[in-house]
């Protein structure tokens, strides 16, 4: 099925909105570089980026996108500036403060999968509260990866496997890839079927590594501030249109 693009013509109520994938994984980047071309100080293009998420979880649940992940902070994003990392380190607690009953209204469930540790100590509250407050609900979940990267979150896996190897709560004969899959943290969720870049680049960056081995990607050129529920369908589409073989003819 085609996924019919809004028009100047037409009304958003008008529109159909099939059934998407059931996790999309998102690198939203661009934020910084939307920001340096309009002169502005690369911090507005992240505060920019926040409405953009809004939209974009907003079509997800429209399209009934069962897990929507989105890259907000990396281990390896301590490396800029100091004043650029406690900015973007204020804006999930800036981002539940205003959005949340929005997210509440749009039955939205709030996780969060990354090393915590380090994470301001008020933002890392106001996460929780945001986990706790939609604990109960049962639509989209929106996995928050905050300090996340992908080889720690599979050493940390391998650590846990291990003590459980030792303490006999776990067999040799038992360890397989399933097994593994239940001690990241992502677990008991489906493993991303497309994963969405913005900002012209072409890599993971160390995002979800062991969980999309077999995902469609999708990569555009429009920075993250620019990225809209167009292109999010746009993305949906050709996805829906590619054949996905595991490995089979």
Same mark, same amino acid.
């Given at each position: 099925?085609?996924? !019919? ?5 037409? *009304?958003?109520?008008?529109? +159909?909105?099939? &059934?998407?994938?059931? %996790?999309?994984? =998102? ?11 309009? #002169?502005?100080?690369?911090?507005? #293009?992240?505060?920019?980026?926040? *409405? ?9 649940? @429209? ?14 994003? $301590? @490396? ?13 607690? &800036? ?15 709030? &996780? ?17 509260? /945001?986990?706790?407050?939609?604990? %109960? ?7 928050? /990866? ?10 940390? /896996? ?16 038992? +360890? ?12 008991? /969720?489906?493993? !991303? ?7 012209? &680049?072409?890599?993971? *960056?160390?995002?979800?590594? $062991? ?10 050129? =429009?920075? $993250? !501030? ?21 490995? *089979?003819?």
């Amino acid at each position: 099925m085609k996924i !019919p693009f809004i028009n100047d013509k037409q *009304s958003k109520e008008s529109i +159909v909105y099939p &059934e998407g994938p059931d %996790h999309i994984a =998102i690198i939203m980047d661009g934020n910084g570089r939307w920001a340096q071309k309009r #002169g502005m100080p690369r911090i507005a #293009g992240h505060k920019e980026g926040i *409405s953009t998420v809004v939209k974009i979880v907003k079509a997800a649940v @429209k399209c009934k996108v069962k897990f929507l992940t989105i890259y907000t902070f990396s281990t390896e994003n $301590w @490396k800029r500036p100091k004043s650029e990392v406690d900015f973007i380190l204020k804006l999930p607690k &800036e981002f539940l403060h205003t959005y949340l009953p929005d997210l509440l209204t749009n039955n939205v469930r709030i &996780e969060t999968i990354g090393n915590m540790e380090g994470i301001p100590a008020s933002t890392r509250e106001a996460v929780q509260y /945001a986990v706790d407050r939609t604990r %109960h609900n049962d639509g989209l979940q929106l996995n928050i /990866a905050l300090n996340y990267g992908g080889r720690n979150e599979i050493l940390d /896996a391998m650590k846990k496997m291990h003590a459980d190897l030792i303490d006999a709560k776990l067999t040799l004969d038992e +360890v397989n890839e399933q097994q593994l899959s239940n001690y990241l943290d992502t677990a008991g /969720a489906a493993e !991303p079927d497309l994963l969405i870049r913005t900002g012209g &680049e072409k890599r993971l *960056s160390n995002f979800l590594l $062991w969980q999309l081995a077999y995902t469609e990607f999708w990569f555009t050129d =429009i920075l $993250w !501030p620019d990225f809209s529920e167009r292109e999010f369908r746009q993305a949906l589409e050709e996805f829906r249109n590619r054949k996905r073989r595991y490995g *089979s003819i």
